[in-house]
Nanobody, 125 residues
């Protein structure tokens, strides 16, 4: 049972990246998926969440209007599209899956049962 985030890299300020989260060993279709990030020296923070079925989403205020999240159940993947990236978006990004989380309370880390290894996003100024 594993989650894997991928798609990180180095991008200039104002650029875009698309992160992917894929699951193995369980069916991601039935899980809400959250994205978290942790910048050097800072606490991990919730960035977004998408529900398992009806497409409800929630976002950290500082990324609203710049980040979107979607899922492709045929590909068994969830994506985080990051546009207009800023240096302060630099962090290791993680995806996490939950059967129980309510999207409106997406910052509740304890509700996520599976966590993936992170992918590093670096935004240069």
């Amino acid at each position: 049972v594993q989650l894997q985030a991928s798609g990180g890299g180095l991008v200039q300020s104002g650029g875009s990246l698309k992160l992917s989260c894929a699951a193995s060993g369980f069916n991601l279709d039935y899980y809400a998926v959250g994205w978290y990030r942790q910048a050097p020296g800072k606490k991990r923070e919730a960035v977004s969440c998408i529900s398992s079925s009806y497409g409800a989403r929630n976002f950290l205020d500082s990324v609203k209007g710049r980040f979107t999240t979607s899922r492709d159940n045929t590909e068994k993947s969830v994506y985080l599209q990051m546009d207009s990236l800023k240096p302060e978006d630099t962090a290791v990004y993680y995806c996490a899956a939950s059967r129980t989380i309510i999207v409106s309370s997406y910052t509740n880390e304890d509700a996520y049962g599976f966590w993936g290894m992170g992918t590093l996003v670096t935004v240069s100024s």
